[in-house]
């Protein structure tokens, strides 16, 4: 067994800061009393500050995946029209989750590795009418893009006013930039195991005034994901079931190191970290996945080359102490992703970068020693010195 501590750089969950582990090992406090309720109002504060809104957001005790659940049943009623904007698997299971629950769902769907064509989704939202919501994803881990979720909720505000904007946020929100209520974004999703540097266990769930309303009149069953519920906990610093106290202790430690920090220089950090990882592995020769125009700094897929099997390659990766993600759906064992968000430095990607270097020579691959790591180091500077 490897002695060391492998440099984790899968899209989620990701490596904790010390200070955020140690936090987890907490003992328990009565998450109906007092200590709790100081907690949970705190951390609402904090997260209302990183969401960039005002709007009401509420934690979940779920996988992010429960927090796409209950941004859909939330909000509509079985037979309402759902324009669901898709680029990868993560946007198809959303779709999937409000087909479940008996919605109307059209799908707007771009090839995987590209961006939302927004010619197509305003077409696609002038052809119809009635739209109850559009689903948006603003980071798809499992293509390695980011939407311009901007410029879509502009395209769906001009288009189809009275739709909800419902937005998957899991792995891009605190990785770079968003603004909640500057994009008039109704619904927000996002989840601790990603961007936070949180263990999984929680999402979060901001709601605004228009999305209330809609929840007044929604007809799609729900109980353990009733947001009105959560809201009427929170008001009184609890939660409607019990909350994963451990993961809220490491929350409210990792706020601390994100408000120290500061949004700007971590959206900074992420850029510089997706800059080296494409560079490096372009120099290795990899192909990208992404539309360089919307790769995200948060995930980056490469194809495997031809010649070589995922588990060879994975497996020599994995002796070497470094973890990536492997492909999914129809891209299984064609690509794989490198997470690049959260508690990532870029020194921990350029270690990542040699032991992709290292590989490749190992599988008799045209590489130049030191190549990768410099092209890398020199991209990371160079985008530094850009944000300054």
Partial sequence: MNRFEPNLRIPGPTSLPDAVRE????QMVNHRGPEFAILQNRIVDRLKAAFKTQNDVLILTAAGTGGLEAAIVNFLS???????????????????????????????????????????????LEAGGGWKAVLLTQN?????????????????????????????????LGAVPFETDAWDLDVVVSGSQKAWMVAPGLCFV????????????????RFYFDLAAHKTSAESGQTPWTPAVAVMFQ??????????ETLPEIWKRHAAV?????????????????????????VTGAWVPEGIEWKT??????????????????????????????????PAILNAIAVLEQTMIELDQPVQPGAAVAAAQVAALKSLQLAK
């Fill in 23 to 26: 936090a987890g090992a907490r």
């Fill in 78 to 124: 079985p037979g309402d029209k759902v324009l669901s904007v898709t680029i990868g698997a993560f946007g198809d299971r959303f779709a999937k989750i409000a087909t479940t629950y008996g919605a109307e769902v059209t799908k707007v769907a771009s090839e995987w590795g590209k961006a939302a064509d927004t010619v197509k989704v305003r077409e696609a």
């Fill in 140 to 172: 798809e881990t499992s293509t390695a893009v980011t939407n311009p979720i901007a410029e879509l909720a502009a395209i769906v505000k001009a288009a189809a006013p009275d739709a909800l904007i419902i937005v998957d946020a899991i792995s891009g």
């Fill in 206 to 221: 901001s709601v605004s005034p228009r999305a209330w309303q809609a929840a007044a009149v929604a007809k799609m069953p």
């Fill in 251 to 260: 929350l409210d430690v990792a706020l601390d190191l994100i408000e120290q």
């Fill in 274 to 298: 997706g800059a080296a990882v494409r560079a490096g592995l372009t120099t290795l020769g990899f192909k990208l996945l992404a539309d360089p125009a919307y790769a995200s700094d948060a």
């Fill in 313 to 346: 390659f994975n497996g020599k990766l994995r002796k070497l102490g470094l973890v990536v993600a492997g492909g999914q759906g129809a891209l299984k064992g064609k690509i794989f992703r490198i997470g690049h968000l959260g508690h990532v430095t870029v």
